[in-house]
């Protein structure tokens, strides 16, 4: 069996980020510019400069340009070696045409620094650093191998040897800051829009279920009426027909699968959080509803509402968002995951703030993070020391991200802490020691609050059969 190829290129998620046209169009602005330069430095410097060996390095762009306009569609996105090999071969191209031109004596020298700006923006690492690596050597090259720069009266013009010296070293010191600073900026860049479609799509899911839910309530409200007439005309028809007989025993079919319905539809009533009465509810409600789903996972989870309140004091009743129960479903998830055998909830408020905090007995959060936590795809370090107490775990830090930016929306303020200080990364079970989390939102109309309560409902009516 072949071994599978190890390139550097292989398998990058920036492949098909650049197209073609950007790249010829770009190429087509720097044969205009260095045209345009000759030119001038010719006509208005007087400057005696190798027309044939220039014409011959522009030449190598626009014969490039005119190739790939030709054979390739204008919409084709290049691979990650395509637009490496590419952008080599400007910083080549560039290379040629400085060394015909006084070499690093050519105050132009600077411009080796752009294909470097591009590989650091729209490619991978291994890319960049080829590119870099590349524009590196032919300015070593052109600064020992050039044709020297001469004016009209036959005098070189160069720098002196150490401005020289210095003049490379500045260079090079820009390849390498400009390339490793642009990277970083558009990795995050690259990070955070990956991190917000994920939280477009978590809260778009809980929107679709929070409508399917809507949908079954209604469903189960219409279809009770006809459920009950038909039982109510079946239990008739079993007290008229006579017992043992076959109309008998399909009366009591219809009847028992009429109760079956009936069942079927108020189990799914419960799910249909839509109705009118259910887009708001207690406080309490809501975070016990965020933590039902990790309740069966081997963790206790302890909700304690009013914390050092008076009991006398009513609950708030705030809107049941999507966003803030699927946020909140995420900080219990993430407490429960690293909880050696509690979570606590707790809910308080006051006139000004409605507070939530969620706390664990876990080893809590590592100091050097504290500063960084809601930021997506944060990773501890590699892997083996990643994995070296919860195996299974390999979280990133974007579940925190999405729970971070969708309870933002809502109006809250979260801050993370932990429950011990100095930190010592034990964890002790039954003890508030390891990871806190604190969520505020302010009262009225800017949080989350309900800006009036629903309506009682009134007295149900038993159904007589």
């Given at each position: 069996m072949a071994e599978p190829s190890l390139s550097l290129f292989d398998g990058d998620r920036s492949s098909g980020l650049v197209k073609l046209r950007t790249l010829t169009t770009l190429r087509w602005a720097a044969v205009a510019g260095q045209t345009a330069a000759i030119?001038?430095?010719?006509?208005?410097?007087?400057?005696?400069?190798?027309?044939?060996?220039?014409?011959?390095?522009i030449g190598l762009s626009i014969i490039a340009n005119l190739v790939f306009h030709f054979v390739y569609p204008e919409n084709k996105r290049l691979s990650a070696r395509e637009a490496t090999m590419m952008l080599a071969f400007d910083t080549v191209q560039l290379g040629v045409l400085l060394g015909v031109t006084g070499g690093i004596n050519?105050?132009?020298?600077?411009?080796?620094?752009a294909p470097v700006t591009v590989a650091a923006t729209a490619?991978?690492?291994?890319?960049?650093?080829?590119?870099?690596?590349?524009?590196?050597?032919?300015?070593s090259v052109i600064s020992w191998l050039h044709l020297p720069l001469v004016n009209s009266e036959g005098k070189v013009l160069s720098l002196p040897e150490l401005f020289a010296i210095g003049y490379w070293i500045a260079?090079?010191?820009?390849?390498?800051?400009?390339?490793?600073?642009?990277?970083?900026?558009?990795?995050?860049?690259?990070?955070?829009?990956?991190?917000?479609?994920?939280?477009?799509?978590?809260?778009?899911?809980?929107?679709?279920?929070?409508?399917?839910?809507?949908?079954?309530?209604?469903?189960?409200?219409?279809?009770?009426?006809?459920?009950?007439?038909?039982?109510?005309?079946?239990?008739?028809?079993?007290?008229?027909?006579?017992?043992?007989?076959?109309?008998?025993e399909d009366a009591l079919l219809i009847r028992d699968q009429a109760d079956r319905c009936r069942d079927i539809l108020r189990s799914m009533g419960r799910t249909g959080k839509d109705d009118l009465h259910l887009r708001q509810a207690?406080?309490?409600?809501?975070?016990?509803?965020?933590a039902e789903p990790h309740r069966e996972r081997g963790k206790q989870i302890i909700i304690q509402s009013g914390i050092g309140m008076a009991l006398a004091e009513e609950q708030p009743v705030i809107l049941r968002h999507p966003e803030l129960i699927h946020g909140l479903r995420n900080l219990i998830q993430n407490a429960v995951d690293f909880?050696?055998?509690?979570?606590?909830?707790?809910?308080?408020?006051?006139?000004?703030?409605?507070?939530?905090?969620?706390?664990?007995?876990?080893?809590?959060?590592?100091?050097?993070?504290?500063?960084?936590?809601?930021?997506?795809?944060?990773?501890?370090?590699?892997?083996?020391?990643?994995?070296?107490?919860?195996?299974?775990?390999?979280?990133?830090?974007?579940?925190?991200?999405?729970?971070?930016?969708?309870l933002e929306r809502t109006g809250a303020d979260l801050n993370f802490a932990n429950g011990t200080d100095p930190y010592?990364?034990?964890?002790?079970?039954?003890?508030?020691?390891?990871?806190?989390?604190?969520?505020?939102?302010?009262?009225?109309?800017?949080?989350?609050?309900?800006?009036?309560r629903a309506p009682a409902l009134g007295e149900n009516v038993p159904f007589q059969t």
């Open positions: 030119g001038i430095s010719q006509r208005l410097f007087d400057l005696q400069i190798e027309l044939g060996l220039c014409a011959a390095a050519n105050p132009f020298a600077l411009l080796i620094l490619l991978s690492l291994p890319a960049t650093l080829a590119v870099g690596q590349a524009a590196i050597v032919v300015l260079i090079v010191v820009s390849i390498v800051f400009i390339g490793i600073y642009t990277r970083r900026v558009s990795t995050e860049i690259h990070s955070m829009s990956q991190a917000l479609m994920a939280t477009q799509m978590a809260l778009a899911r809980e929107q679709k279920l929070t409508d399917l839910g809507g949908v079954v309530a209604a469903a189960a409200h219409e279809l009770g009426t006809p459920l009950a007439t038909i039982k109510l005309v079946s239990s008739e028809m079993i007290g008229d027909l006579e017992p043992g007989t076959d109309l008998h207690l406080l309490g409600a809501v975070i016990e509803e965020a909880a050696s055998s509690t979570v606590w909830i707790e809910t308080c408020w006051t006139d000004e703030t409605l507070t939530v905090r969620i706390l664990d007995d876990g080893t809590g959060f590592p100091p050097h993070l504290l500063g960084r936590i809601g930021d997506p795809f944060l990773r501890k370090g590699p892997k083996p020391e990643r994995d070296a107490h919860r195996p299974e775990y390999e979280g990133m830090g974007l579940g925190l991200f999405i729970a971070k930016t969708l010592t990364g034990i964890a002790r079970p039954g003890e508030r020691c390891g990871a806190i989390v604190e969520l505020a939102w302010p009262r009225g109309p800017e949080g989350i609050e309900a800006p009036e």
